[in-house]
């Protein structure tokens, strides 16, 4: 609560990862802002945080919108925020790049990058007056190798990584934390409804809890930190010999995904 506290902001903070860092901050004392698109969800978790006595601010808002930014800071320019937490870089439109849709190929660079760069200056830089306070950022295993059909989501996590890296340099000095949490495949709402194979023998799924236990954990451990059973992937992917390990991911990739929709 010294460090980062007394309130977090949880962009994506409805269900799956996002909702168990608001459920673990607030079992810890945290008071907390959630902001998702989908009321429901995001009220359930809410009551559910605010069980464990924190005080909730729930902002349904679509982080793509023109005025995304303003309503975020009327819900939380009287609050003092140690702690942003960015889990709404999902992708949302996967598709041949040369054949698919550029309007909602930039949708997923604007979620996964201009939204996120806009809330990172934004609540950041009083924490940086503060000299003090903590910024995460959830990345994917996508960030280190491109993928068929995923490609621009790919690229923008790739990204997502050398930004924090470099966020992380200039806050340091300042005392402010920053962390890319790096996920692989994990057990979440949004993967379901994807239709992914998740239960095939012998393939990585982490879950939820787990993955915020985690990230909570490393705070203090940027700039990057891979969820630990996915480390040796990460590395694998980072290797040398790209054609390889593309076509190799392709093929495993082909076993969990559904096929591609026009």
């Known amino acids: 609560m010294q460090k980062y506290g007394p309130w977090a902001v949880i962009a994506g903070g409805s269900e799956g990862v996002g909702a168990e860092f608001a459920l673990q901050l607030a079992e810890q004392g945290m008071n907390l802002v959630l902001l998702a698109r989908k009321p429901e969800p995001l009220e359930a978790t809410a009551e559910a945080c605010r069980a464990h006595g924190a005080e909730v601010r729930t902002l349904s808002v679509d982080l793509l919108a023109a005025d995304a930014v303003d309503r ?7 609050l ?10 999902a992708n949302t439109y996967g598709h041949e790049f040369v ?8 949708a997923v660079i604007d979620l996964n990058i201009t939204a996120q760069l806009k809330l990172v200056q934004h609540f950041g830089a009083p924490m940086k007056d503060r000299r003090r306070g903590g910024i995460v950022l959830v990345g994917s295993l996508s960030g280190y190798l491109g993928s068929a059909q995923i490609s621009v989501y790919s690229a923008v996590k790739s990204f997502c990584r050398i930004f924090a890296e470099g966020l992380w340099l200039e806050m340091q000095e ?4 920053v962390l890319e949490l790096v996920l ?5 709402p949004a993967m379901d409804r994807a239709g992914l194979k998740m239960d095939r023998p012998g393939l990585l799924v982490s879950e939820p809890r787990e993955v915020a236990a985690e990230g909570l954990a490393n705070l203090a451990n940027g700039p990057v930190v891979v969820v630990k059973q996915f480390e040796a992937v990460a590395e694998k992917n980072s290797g040398h010999n790209r054609a390889e390990l593309l076509l190799e991911a392709r093929a495993s990739a082909k076993k969990l995904l559904p096929p591609p929709t026009e």
């Open 80 to 89: 003092e925020v140690g702690l942003f937490i960015y889990n709404a870089g």
């Open 184 to 188: 692989g495949l994990t057990r979440t």
């Open 174 to 177: 300042y005392d402010v934390d």
């Open 72 to 78: 975020i800071r009327q819900a939380t320019d009287d």
């Open 99 to 106: 054949t698919g849709d550029l309007e909602r190929f930039q």
